[in-house]
């Protein structure tokens, strides 16, 4: 089991990596015939991310998993349906106070699958159900890969300028191929990967740290700090906050009053609130062609190292209850 200080330790080396790429590519964005370099490192990034996705993902646990069909439509209709709602009214108030890119960004999040690590680490913290945790997080980053693509080209059509051929193919060649292939390999690899969890985390981060580099290069050389404000900064977080409240607020009452346990409250609660910063920026880059993703995928950045923290309060007040279902959820 995952140690509440042993997570927030990564989460806090994480997050220095992330600022420092920020930093590189603020002080040294990639320039001329450095920017092929980089765009052809980043395709490939994305493509070996989605290809360990694929050979990771087991589908008899997902198939298992499916039986708690209750639990899994809740965490579903929370990740893909009341998450979108929410970035829908939130992004109606702010558009006329935030750059047209950061509101994009902040209903591009809500369009996103759950995380998978974080999920099942705080479910485990807080002694929910984790053999549902890992199937809730697997499924919905497995439907993720076709129902993100769908819901930007259905929401966000004006700001992604549609999902062009072009973009299908990106999508087709980056993400949907990779992931087939990794679970073509799944039987051979499979079991190698699991045994070997550091080598997966650094391909995971390091493709990020792969893409925000690139997204902010593009960005840096296109003006992307000129056009924000230290106010605009803490707007996302503040807005990013709004958001999150909202989903867990909801997670929790709905969970309560369709008589869920407090086990499956807390799986539903961790794995229902999520999104995932590992797949949504590699996306990001292949949805927004041609636009500076750095302004896109901010208010993504800043809400994972939200949601990490919220959720980490939360894990450690449902693991500090009685062992007796008597705890409010």
């Known amino acids: 089991m995952i140690s509440l200080r042993a997570l927030l330790a990564r989460t ?12 590189l590519a603020s002080i040294l964005p990639a ?21 360990l996705y694929g050979a990771r993902l087991s589908p008899r646990a997902i198939g298992a998993g499916l039986a708690h069909w209750r639990l899994q439509s809740l965490v579903f209709a929370s990740t893909f349906i009341a998450f979108p709602l929410v970035g829908l009214g939130v992004t109606a108030l702010v558009r006329p106070w935030l750059p047209h890119d950061v509101v994009t960004g902040l209903l591009y999040l809500c369009l996103l699958p759950s995380t998978v690590q974080s999920s099942i680490a705080f479910t485990s913290i807080a002694r929910g ?29 004006g700001a992604s300028g549609g999902l062009s051929l072009l973009a299908l193919e990106d999508i087709a060649s980056q993400i949907l191929l990779p992931f087939v292939v990794g ?14 969890p550091k080598l997966t985390a650094v391909v995971d981060r390091g493709s990020v740290l792969v893409v925000v580099y690139a997204a902010f290069s593009a960005g840096v050389v296109a003006g992307l700090w ?31 009053r369709l ?12 794995c229902g609130s999520k999104k995932s910063m590992a797949s949504g920026i590699p996306m990001a880059a292949i949805l927004f062609p041609g636009r500076a993703t750095g302004l896109i995928v901010l208010p993504l ?24 279902e008597s705890a409010a959820a």
């Open 301 to 324: 950045m800043i809400f994972h190292q939200a949601q990490l923290f919220v959720c980490a309060v939360l894990a450690r007040r449902y693991a500090a209850r009685a062992e007796p």
């Open 259 to 270: 008589g869920f346990s407090i086990e499956d409250r807390i799986t539903i609660v961790f």
């Open 226 to 256: 000129s056009a924000l404000s230290i106010a605009n900064i803490g707007a996302i977080l503040l807005f990013d906050l709004a958001i999150l409240a909202i989903v867990i607020a909801g997670t929790m009452i709905a969970s309560r």
């Open 12 to 23: 806090d080396r994480f997050l220095l990596l992330l600022i420092a790429t920020v930093a």
């Open 183 to 196: 679970q073509a390999i799944r039987p051979l690899a499979g079991r190698w990967l699991l045994a070997h």
């Open 129 to 157: 159900n984790v053999p549902a945790a890992l199937c809730s997080a697997s499924l919905s980053n497995l439907l993720g890969v076709v129902l993100t693509p769908l819901l930007v080209a259905r929401l966000l059509a």
């Open 31 to 51: 320039r001329g015939a450095a920017v092929p370099i980089v765009d052809r490192g980043t395709m490939l990034a994305v493509a070996l991310l989605f290809l």
